[in-house]
């Protein structure tokens, strides 16, 4: 200590300031940060009663009429049930591809058991989706275009009465025209000023192949229009079906509703991150990756 004193005493004053400086700002500057190491701000207060809260931006611009006619176009022939499943899934539109190659895959197990494959591999997909791998055309046409699948899919979200307004056009043009009537496939029902397709036999579906240029337009003279709508296989669907929605899935054209299991789904644009079906026969996948665990052999189609 006394050589620490001998040692100032022996500086002049401009030295010993210097050495001092560095103390006094160091402490200036502790005291400074403690000072602006404030709390946060409280949250703010919930909304009033009675208060909207604003909704996201939706997707897309408005549609026409038109645009929604030719949207729809090449699905709104199919029979309700599997319509249904096509608007819902489009939803998902991120999952189609995926869906679409497993089921191209396994496009030779049918029935019961495409149903335990489905389980065995333990596919993460929504509902919807899974309910479209017995059809592997239909999940096939959707991944080819996945811009289609997409609008479609914002679309449903966004103005399903719109979509399903759009689809009640297009059944009506097909009628009037001659080319959408009673098969041995699907009963076609004038229901409440609303046109339902519906399979013969519900558990037996089958996809309509049509081109929409010509069944939604008078027919030239001399064509057969009972030659424009041909059919896909019989798609047998079971039981083993039902928790992904194929227990009884249907429209309230009216109410412009879509039904899973008597229940309305009700997946929107603001809900869709978190919305999950309360389907009767419920699918709940187990935790972890999918797998191939059943055994099968994979058979691509050309």
Do not use: C
Not at 53 to 76: C, F, K, N, W, Y
Not at 236 to 258: N, T
């Amino acid at each position: 200590m006394a050589s620490f004193i001998r040692l100032f005493s022996s500086r002049s004053t401009v030295v010993r300031l210097f050495i001092l400086f560095p103390l006094f700002a160091f402490g200036a500057a502790q005291a400074v940060a403690q000072d602006q190491q404030v709390p946060p701000p409280p949250p703010p207060p919930p909304p009033a009663a009675g208060q909207v809260t604003p909704e996201p931006p939706v997707a897309g611009p408005a549609m026409t009429d038109r645009q929604l006619d030719d949207m729809v176009s090449r699905i709104a022939l199919y029979p309700d049930p599997l319509l249904a499943q096509v608007l819902t899934a489009s939803t998902y539109w991120a999952q189609i591809p995926e869906a679409a190659s497993w089921a191209d895959m396994h496009n030779d197990l049918k029935g019961e058991a495409l149903a335990n494959a489905i389980r065995e591999d333990n596919l993460q997909w929504d509902a919807s989706v899974m309910a479209l791998l017995p059809f592997p055309s239909v999940l096939d046409m959707m991944a080819r275009d996945p811009n289609w699948t997409e609008q479609l899919g914002n679309a449903v979200l966004v103005r399903r009465a719109e979509v399903m307004d759009a689809v009640q056009r297009r059944r009506r043009e097909a009628q009037q025209y001659g080319y959408l009537r009673p098969s041995a496939y699907n009963n076609v029902v004038d229901s409440g000023g609303y046109v339902e397709i519906q399979p013969v036999n519900p558990a037996y579906v089958y996809v309509p192949y049509y081109d929409p240029a010509v069944v939604y337009a008078p027919p030239a003279p001399g064509f057969y229009v009972g030659g424009a709508i041909g059919w896909g296989p019989a798609v047998v669907i079971g039981a083993g079906f039902y928790p992904f929605g194929w227990a009884h899935p249907y429209f309230g054209w009216g109410a412009h509703a879509i039904y899973f299991d008597h229940v309305p789904w009700g997946r929107t644009w603001v809900n869709r991150g978190y919305y999950v079906h309360p389907y009767e026969h419920r699918w709940v996948a187990h935790a972890g990756p999918r797998v191939e665990v059943h055994g099968h052999v994979a058979h691509r189609r050309p």
